[in-house]
Structures are given as structure tokens and as C-alpha cells.
């Protein structure tokens, strides 16, 4: 587990070292490289106040200390787009990808298991055979073409819920009703992330439970006559759960990756959205500031999950981390 640790720490030093070289190593100097023809529009007051916010004017050692005491301070640079400072942009955008993020993770590992724990046990009937079929298509099927597929029939065709954003503008909803307009702006998003993490939840635990369903203590469950349900979830899949426990901070990081073609095609104002509209106006500072948020959030999400396993039996943690590898 100490060497987990250390592959954190090392990811860390690498994330703030390329957010720092990278912007350096371009063509021209630091301040053309993340503002661009921004720079064209700048006041000279503007870009004195920069280069003395971030100390481009010093050697690299002096340059990469201030760029920590920033990243401390929760200074991520300036938007020149958005005209505002970029944690603040981030901050505005981050919560509707964590509640799209949440809602999805929440629902996504609940099916998966379900559904995987009665195919597992079924393992070779006609029940197994359909799901695992259907869930082999549905893993094929790119998230941001589902996602235009939701779009066409329940919004344009049928118009059952909204085309785009996470509220109605201009709406003065509060309470039930406000929470009701939310939903119903959520409902397409989080109901193709959903869909798109199902099949890996659900291949995993599938395996799991027919590794698990000829240990010794699932026989002794049926030889003392125990009821076929309380077997199969009480003792099954307790035993089993183990590695989808293991593989939840692995879920955060592939459902923030796919969370970012999603809120493009449902235009939800989230991260993914941001990152987007930073591109398409060459905002760097945006961009990098999305990326290094996403990719530390997603980095403590792993940390915290192996921190959660690390109070389980090391022997059934090392198996769990093993099956995982399988998979």
C-alpha cells in the first residue's frame, strides 16, 4: 500500500510540473503562451499587473515558487474570456458536475451490481446469456451518440424534457418547483452517464460472484438450507463486493472523462461545458485550470476510496485489487 502512496505523490509532482514547464516551453514568452492574441486586447497596465502576479519576470526556480504560493492561495490564473479570476469560473461550474457526476455514480454502481449479482448466479442461463449480450451493446455505443439519440426522441420529437441547461432561464423557481426544473434538466444527462458506467459495474461484479459462489462458505450457507435470496445477497455478494468498492475511485475519473462529451452535447453548465467554451476561445488559463482541478479531484477520489479498503482484511484487499486487474 506504501508504494500506492508514493504513486500519488509522484502523479502530484508531475501534474504541477507540466501545468508549470509546459506553458514555459512554448515558442515566445510565458505570458504570450497561455494568453495568446488575448494579449492583442490587453492594456500594458493589464500585463505588467501579470507578469508581476506571476513573476515572469524572475529566473525559473523564483517563477515555479510563486506558481506554488498561488496554487496554496487557490490562484489559478486569470480568465481573460470570462474576465474573472479562474477558480472563481471553475467554482460556479464545478457544482452541477458534481451533482451530474454524483446522481450517475449513485445509480450506475447500483444497477451494475444488481444486475450483475443475479447474472453471476444465473451464471449460463438464458438470463445470463440476454444480459450479458445486451450489456456487451451497450458498452459499444459512444456516450455522445446515445447522448444525441436522447436528444432527438425525448426533447425535439417528444419534447419530454429540456434541449439544454441545467435550469430555465429566467425562471424564478424556488423549493419543490425549482428542484423539479433541476431534475427534469438532469434527467437526459445522468441518464446516458448512467448507462455508459452500467457495463463495467456490472462485468465486475458478474465475475466476482461466479468466483465466489463455490467458496467453501457459500456451500456451507446451502447445505444448512438457508433461503436461496439471503445466499445470494447476504453471503454472495458481500464476498464479492470487495472489488467494486476498489474500482469506485477508478469510476470518478472515467465518468469525469465522460461527463466532458456529455455536458457538449446537452450544453449542462458544468466542467466539461466550460472546458469546451475555454477551447473554443483559446482561454488557456481555463483550460489548464480544468484540467488540473479535475485531474487532482480525481486523484483524492482514488486516495479516499484506498483509504476506505485499506480497513479491510489485507488478504481479501490484494484479491479484490487482483480481480481488478483481471477485468
Known amino acids: 500500500m506504501r508504494k500506492r502512496y508514493l504513486d500519488y505523490i509522484l502523479a502530484i509532482i508531475i501534474i504541477l510540473s507540466l501545468n508549470f514547464f509546459l506553458p514555459r516551453l512554448m515558442p515566445g514568452d510565458p505570458l504570450t503562451a497561455i494568453y495568446g492574441d488575448a494579449l492583442l486586447e490587453m492594456s500594458p497596465q493589464l500585463e505588467a499587473q501579470l ?4 513573476g515572469l519576470d524572475k529566473s525559473m526556480g523564483e517563477q515555479f515558487i510563486v506558481y506554488l504560493g498561488n496554487l496554496l492561495r487557490g490562484d489559478l490564473g486569470y480568465s481573460y474570456y470570462f474576465n474573472a479570476p479562474v477558480t472563481e469560473v471553475l467554482l460556479e461550474a464545478l457544482p452541477w458536475t458534481l451533482l451530474l457526476v454524483g446522481v450517475s455514480l449513485v445509480l450506475s454502481t447500483i444497477i451494475g451490481i444488481l444486475i450483475g449479482i443475479e447474472s453471476g448466479w444465473r451464471h449460463g442461463s438464458r438470463l445470463d446469456s440476454l444480459l450479458l449480450i445486451s450489456i456487451m451493446f451497450l458498452n459499444g455505443i459512444p ?7 436522447f436528444l432527438i426522441f425525448f426533447s425535439f420529437e417528444w419534447q419530454l424534457f429540456p434541449l ?11 423549493g419543490l418547483a425549482l428542484f423539479w426544473d433541476i431534475a427534469r434538466h438532469m434527467f437526459l444527462p445522468v441518464l446516458t452517464l448512467t448507462l455508459m458506467q452500467v457495463p463495467r459495474n456490472y462485468m465486475l461484479m458478474r465475475n466476482s460472484i461466479i468466483s465466489v459462489i463455490r467458496e467453501p462458505y457459500i456451500l456451507t450457507a446451502q447445505g444448512k438450507g438457508l433461503k436461496e435470496g439471503i445466499i445470494r445477497y447476504r453471503h454472495a455478494a458481500r464476498g464479492a463486493l470487495l472489488p467494486v468498492i ?8 472515467l465518468m469525469f472523462t465522460g461527463v466532458l462529451f456529455i455536458e457538449i452535447v446537452f450544453a449542462y453548465p458544468g466542467t466539461g461545458h466550460l472546458f469546451y467554451q475555454a477551447l473554443q476561445n483559446m ?3 481555463v ?9 487532482v479531484f480525481v486523484l483524492l477520489a482514488n486516495f479516499l476510496t484506498d483509504l476506505f479498503i485499506i480497513k479491510i482484511e489485507p ?3 490484494e484479491d479484490a485489487y487482483q480481480l ?3 477485468t
Not at 507578469?51 to 506571476?54: D, G, L, M, N
Not at 441547461?165 to 424564478?172: E, I, Q, R, W
Open 143 to 149: 456516450s455522445f451518440f446515445l447522448g444525441i439519440l
Open 324 to 326: 481488478l486487474d483481471r
Open 283 to 285: 482561454d488557456f488559463p
Open 315 to 317: 488478504r481479501l484487499r
Open 164 to 174: 439544454s441547461g441545467a435550469v430555465t432561464p429566467f425562471s424564478d423557481y424556488t
Open 246 to 253: 476498489t474500482r469506485l475511485g477508478m469510476s470518478i475519473g
Open 287 to 295: 483550460v489548464q485550470g480544468s484540467l488540473f482541478f479535475i485531474t
Open 51 to 54: 507578469v508581476e502576479r506571476y
